[in-house]
Each structure stands twice: as C-alpha cells, then as structure tokens.
C-alpha cells in the first residue's frame, strides 16, 4: 500500500485530527510537527486522488476528542504552576486517557497498519507541551534530572509540578568538641521534648541530646535562603561528637526539598551560616551541587588525617616514641571492631592501612600524634590497642598504656582523585 492509501485509509475512520492523522506516521521525515505532518499528508492524499480537500476540526476527532487543540493551555497552566519557583530544567510527562489509548490502537487496526505505527499519544503530548512550556518559562528540557517535573493528567484536568531537590557542597571544620554531626533526637522522649504532658527530664524539654549540631548550624539557613519545605544532611562520614575538625574540613552536601529558589550567592551563604555558627562551625567553599554530589560525598573512598592528644602509662622516651611511630608508618593494622562502637554493627576483623605517623612529646607521660591512615581506621583503638583488639598498636609497640585524650580530624581527602571534581558542580 502507498503512504495516500494509508491516509485514506485512516481518514475514512471518522474525523482523524491532523496531529492524530500525523502521528501514525511520527517516524517519517523530521522537522515536522504531528499535526503538519497530517495536514500536508491529507492535502497530498486529496491532490493524488484528485478529491476535494477535507479539514477536520481538532475538536471533533474521534481519536483524541479534541485534546490535541490544547497544547497551548496545558502549557500555559505549567507556566503558571511554578510561576514563583526558580527552575532551569524541566520535563513533562503525560497521563494518557485509557480510552485515547484504545483509540489510537482502533485507528491503526481499522486501516491495517501496526498497533504502534508512528508514537504513542502521550508522547506527542510530552513534546508539544514540553517545547511550549520552554519558550514561555525560558527553561531547558532535561530527561535525566530536571528541576521540575510536571505530570499531566488529561482526564482529571490536573497538572502535577513536582519540585525536585537542590544541593549545596561545602566542607564543614567543628571547633568546639560535644557537637555531633546531624541533629541528634533525644531516645527518652523521641525528640518530642515531652514525657506525658512534662517537659522531658532527659534533654531538658528541647527534644534533642545535644542543644547544636553542624546541621543544626548549616541546614537550616541553606532551607531559609532557598526557601524549601525541608533539608537533609549529607556527611562525608562523620567524626565522633567530642572530636574536633579542623584544617581543610569534612565534606558534605545539604539537600533542600521543593525548593523556590536555586541560583543562590553562596558566598553570601557562606558568610550567613559563619555568622549564625558564631565560631562554634565554620563552612567554606560552598558550590551549587549536582543530585549525584549526594552519593560521591557518601561513597567515595577518603583517607583521614588525625591529631591526637595521648597520655601514657609510663614514662616515655622521644626516641622510642619516634622509633614507634616509624613502625607504625606504612603498616597494615588489624583492628577487631572496638567495644565503644554501636552494637548493632555486626563484629568484625578489618585490616586499615597507616600511610603515616608522626608526634612529638610535650612531657614523659603526655605527647600529640598524627596519623594519616585509610578511611575506617580507628584512631582511639590504635592507639590504646583496645585490649589487644587492634594490632599492632602505638600502646602494644611502647609496652605500656596509652590514652587519646583529645582527638581531632585535619583532613578527610578522596584516597585516588579529590571530592571536588567540576562535574558535581552548577556553578
Ligand atoms: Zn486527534
Ligand atoms: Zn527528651
């Protein structure tokens, strides 16, 4: 059969659109919208048989009942739902109606040809109204990740617009010690504050166990500034509460949800969440973030480095401190999992690497050490050796105890590339 006889073969359905009648054959020739495409084929059609042209009003097509004549209006009303909402990026998707659905299948089995010749309804739908939402909000079209999603449902009349998240990276340094990581629910009260109609006896009625955190500090003025419904701190692990961070700090990423703004002035961010911190925190390098941020923050591979204060046992001399530690540089520990970690981690032998160790005493029994050592090794526990579960152990080469006493982390870098790769990055 010839492309005129197929049309023919269509038209004599019923009234087909010329978007409808196009899109049997979406998949000849580009450059072309559905409905030109139909128009130019029922004119060609006409001219081949020598017949009188016959337009077909939109609104009367049986396949779509008339939707595809609302391009325009579907656009207009994605338009006006993100009106007051920062975006770059969109897609639309379409909920088709069941019966349009059907329709379509009946039209191209009526006049022989395939149940999918040319593309489906909704993705026209998706096209059409997607290029005109562009244009009108000044956006680009993104598959992948988009800021907004819209979900439009042609039966029910609705439009969905659903906001996705924005990031924000950093790195964080804790300069003061009892400040952990994220926000951290008192466990007597489950963050209420209350026990019955009492303020909780265990926090002090605040619900929280410790009064601030860096997520305390941070998330709340990036939720403030980018003015979301709610935030989510991302750690690049995270050091223990009574721990200091200093030096380059720890990388990390908030997540707002449904934000209205996105291109923010980090700089001035940054000087807001400095101020608000009061020197409790400091953030720096603060950059618009990628959704895949989330998880390099998360999962890739940092080596840590440490300062800790130790106290010994017995009297310490600088060159068995130094003749220690150089046995410690470049070894391999086996640390079985400490006492004072959750216990809901399942107990386990790990073999960590130390690249580097240094110190110096300030007295025979006191001194600071600093190891640089792969990610998961257990500072505290190499140190003490833990009761002979980490070996070899600063304590276990002395032959005598040793204490950290203080424990700080100067730099949490990426083991093979750094964290902060340009592709992560909006800005
Ligand atoms: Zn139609
Ligand atoms: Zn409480």
New binding site residues.
């Given amino acids: 059969m010839s492309i005129f006889e197929d049309v023919r073969a269509l038209a004599e359905s019923g009234p087909?659109?010329d978007?409808?009648l196009g899109r049997a054959f979406a998949d000849r020739s580009f450059g072309l919208t559905n409905a030109e495409r139909g128009k130019s084929l029922r004119i060609a059609a006409a001219l081949d048989a020598d017949e009188p042209y016959e337009a077909v009003e939109?609104e009367d097509?049986w396949?779509?009942e008339g939707a595809?004549a609302h391009f325009d209006e579907w656009a207009a009303r994605c338009a006006a739902a993100i009106e007051d909402v920062e975006v770059e990026t969109y897609q639309v998707g379409t909920r088709a109606p069941p019966l349009v659905e059907e329709n379509e299948i009946l039209l191209r089995e009526g006049a022989g040809l395939p149940d999918d010749a040319g593309e489906l309804f909704k993705s026209e739908f998706n096209r059409e109204v997607g290029k005109r939402v562009g244009r009108l909000t000044g956006t680009e079209v993104d598959f992948t990740r988009p800021d907004v999603q819209f979900l439009l449902d042609i039966e029910a009349d609705t439009i969905e617009a659903q906001i996705n998240s924005a990031f924000i990276y950093g790195r964080y340094r804790k300069l003061e010690r009892d400040i952990p990581q994220t926000e951290w629910p008192c466990r007597e009260c489950d963050g209420s504050g209350y026990q019955g109609k009492e303020p909780c006896d265990y926090c002090g009625g605040s619900g929280y166990l410790y009064e601030d955190s860096v997520e305390g500090f941070v998330a709340p003025v990036v939720m403030d500034v980018m003015d979301g419904v709610d935030a989510k701190f991302h750690g690049a692990g995270r050091e223990d509460v009574d721990a200091l961070m200093l030096g380059t700090g720890r990388p990390f990423v908030v997540e707002i949800m449904e934000p209205r703004r996105r291109n923010v002035d980090v700089e001035q961010l940054e000087g807001d969440i400095n101020a608000m911190a009061d020197g409790e925190i400091e953030v720096e390098g603060l950059r618009l973030a990628t959704y895949d941020m989330v998880e390099r923050v998360k999962k890739l591979d940092a080596s840590k480095q440490y300062r800790a204060a130790v106290e010994f046992d017995a009297d310490v001399t600088d060159e068995a401190l130094q003749a220690a530690l150089d046995e410690l540089t470049g070894v391999t520990v086996e640390q079985y999992t400490p006492h004072r970690v959750d216990h809901r981690r399942a107990s386990i032998t790990r073999t960590r690497h130390v690249y580097d160790a240094t110190g110096e005493l300030e007295d025979a029994r006191h001194g600071t050490v600093e190891i640089h050592g792969e990610g998961g090794l257990y500072i505290k526990e190499l140190i003490s050796g833990d009761e002979g579960r980490t070996n070899p152990s600063l304590a276990g080469i002395l032959d005598t105890g040793a204490v950290v006493t203080a424990l700080d982390v100067i730099a949490v870098e990426g083991e093979d590339e750094p964290f902060e790769d340009d592709e992560f990055f909006k800005n």
């Fill in positions: 087909v659109c978007a409808c939109t097509c396949v779509c595809c």
